[in-house]
């Protein structure tokens, strides 16, 4: 979504908010999502995911500082928390990724799509080499932030 959209968004459930309601947003950090490997609750292996677009993130943040500068919210918390979601295969935790990426804009190049094939490889091995007991998870900081409206 372009940052207008977003922008006219957050001005559309401000006007729809009650003068005690709350906007609750939540989403993830503009940085790439890390793949990681666990053996019994251990952490084995930490590669950023390459290829996935973070623009949408960057925009929302600005977005929300926008409204924020326009008096339309005041922001009343702000926390991140790390967000992980646990696969129990490399094939079912990009079948994740694709879902995410189902609606991106942009196109991703030949050496990103040769780098995800890459990763995927080492994670299969490191997978089949750890054994029983492992484990492998998308993990991403995410930001949430409670924001009240001022009318």
Known sequence: MKPEGMVHALEEIHR?????GIL?????????????????????????????STEGY??????????????????ERNEQFDYHVYASSIDELFDYYAQIDAYEESIQEELQ???????????????QEAG?????????????ACLKPIK
């Not at 729809?16 to 005690?20: G, R």
């Not at 960057?58 to 922001?75: I, K, P, Y």
């Not at 029983?132 to 949430?144: D, K, Q």
């Open 132 to 144: 029983f007991g492992a484990e492998v998870a998308s993990h991403e900081r995410v930001h949430i």
């Open 113 to 127: 799509e040769a780098r995800q094939a890459e990763i995927y490889v080492r994670v299969e091995g490191i997978l």
């Open 58 to 75: 960057r925009l929302s943040d600005e977005a929300l500082e926008q409204v924020v500068q326009r008096n339309h919210f005041v922001l």
């Open 24 to 52: 609750i947003d939540i989403h993830p950090f503009a940085e790439d999502f890390m793949v990681e490997v666990y053996q019994d609750g251990r952490l084995i292996f930490s590669e950023p995911r390459t290829g996935g």
């Open 16 to 20: 729809l908010l009650k003068a005690d």
